[in-house]
């Protein structure tokens, strides 16, 4: 692997909580840690494959179930990744996130032994073996071993990527959780989970229209947020817990939405309303609490599906308070919708040539460590 970095290609590959695809995205990445895409895609999961990742996620599954998808997820990223290879060859390296099925880095002991943990399934064998590529994955175990969160992992792309700019910039992702990356010139790159992104709303649309999302916001755009109900959700722990911080469907179940629900509106389009309001409203409050009495904020910079969200981005823009400036990705040529597969192909690449690449600051780490395993193809 020698010591001189060159530019690689890699696919990136990524599934996120709300589990709607797998993204894929061919980068080249450049020995300055620069990231240029060059194509993505959504490769939708069979439909029977997904529903037992939902049967995971709501711990209804077997170990059985758990290890046949394990294999059976990791197919289906080398599927994803096969479709750029056919168009482009093979890539130098393949770095997959998985698809996370639980995440437990709390403090937990039993017999004096440590159980911080977290899965994330798509085995990284299947994957080379399927495709004949280097595959780099299992991201987040490196970190929880070294006493961190193992998440968020992307501030170390966002670190690289938005550094140069002489601004105090809060890039802050909204996929099925919401998460930020504070870059300063004055403060050291820190980040966390803010809490809800789109997995409740998503939820309660395919609950209430059974639809995946709400296209452009069309329903929240028509109803009324309940602000006595937005602020009852507002008052759960997790906003209030200082970070570093992760969450994920572990906290957010099926059943925490569900009880939620008991004392939501009649109307449905009202509570879509302020479910949406709620995931820009956290956002807003975590800044509130966690970043602003230390470092001004500059700019908002929105990535993830909640920036296709035009009220929840008009929310976010009505909640900041005023001077502070609301961009997406696209405005710094990142993609929206690649961001992460982005980041982790750059995860991947510092893997590869053994960089440690990790942001304790973000994470809670003890030190910085090498994120990743490899498995070799053919």
Same mark, same amino acid.
């Given at each position: 692997?020698?010591? $001189? ?12 909580? !709300?589990? $709607?695809? /797998? ?24 439909? #029977? ?15 059985? $179930?758990?290890?046949?998808?394990? %294999? ?10 096969? /479709? ?7 890539? *130098?390296? +393949?770095?997959? #996130? ?12 039993? *017999?004096?032994?440590?159980?911080? !943990? ?60 919401? &998460?930020?990356?504070? /870059? ?14 789109? +997995? ?7 609950? %209430? ?15 009324? +947020? ?15 817990? @200082? ?13 925490? /939405? ?37 470092? $001004? ?16 981005? &008009? ?19 990142? !993609? ?21 690449? @990790? ?20």
């Amino acid at each position: 692997m020698g010591e $001189d970095l060159e530019v690689k290609k890699v696919i990136g590959l990524m599934s996120g909580t !709300s589990c $709607d695809s /797998i993204d894929a995205g061919l980068c080249v990445v450049t020995p300055e840690l620069k990231c240029e895409l060059i194509k993505g895609i959504n490769y939708k999961y069979p439909e #029977h494959i997904r529903a037992k990742i939902f049967q995971i996620f709501r711990q209804e599954a077997s170990i059985k $179930d758990i290890c046949q998808m394990n %294999f059976a997820i990791g197919e289906c990223f080398a599927n994803a990744a096969n /479709i750029l290879i056919e168009e482009f060859g093979k890539p *130098d390296l +393949i770095a997959s #996130h998985g698809q996370t099925v639980f995440h437990a880095p709390q403090s937990e002991k039993l *017999d004096n032994i440590n159980l911080s !943990s977290t899965l994330q399934i798509g085995d990284g064998s299947v994957i080379a073996q399927k495709t004949g590529c280097l595959t780099v994955s299992n991201f987040r175990e490196a970190d929880i071993a070294a006493g961190g969160e193992g998440a968020p992992l992307v501030c170390f792309a966002d670190e690289k990527w938005f550094k140069s700019t002489d601004k105090n910039i809060a890039v802050q992702n909204i996929g099925g959780i919401s &998460n930020v990356t504070m /870059i300063s010139h004055s403060h050291p790159t820190f980040g966390f989970d803010t809490g809800l992104g789109n +997995i409740m709303l998503d939820y309660c649309v395919n609950k %209430f229209y059974g639809k995946s999302y709400d296209k452009d916001g069309e329903i929240a755009k028509s109803g009324v +947020i309940c602000e006595t109900w937005l602020d009852c959700l507002l008052q759960d722990d997790y906003y209030f817990i @200082n970070p570093p911080k992760t969450t994920g469907r572990e906290y957010f179940s099926q059943r925490y /939405i569900e009880n939620a629900l008991n004392f939501a509106p009649s109307e449905p389009k009202d509570i879509i309303a302020t479910v949406t309001a709620l995931t820009a409203k956290s956002i807003v409050q975590a800044y509130e609490r966690f970043i602003l009495p230390e470092i $001004d904020i500059e700019e908002v910079v929105v990535g993830g599906g909640g920036a296709y969200n035009p009220v929840m981005m &008009n929310l976010l823009r009505t909640y900041l308070p005023e001077g502070i400036i609301l961009k997406t990705h696209e405005d710094y040529g990142i !993609s929206n919708n690649y961001k992460e597969v982005m980041a982790f192909a750059l995860l991947g690449y510092c893997t590869y040539y053994a960089i440690p690449n @990790n942001l304790p600051e973000c994470t809670g780490a003890s030190r910085r460590v090498i994120l990743g395993k490899m498995a070799y193809g053919n």
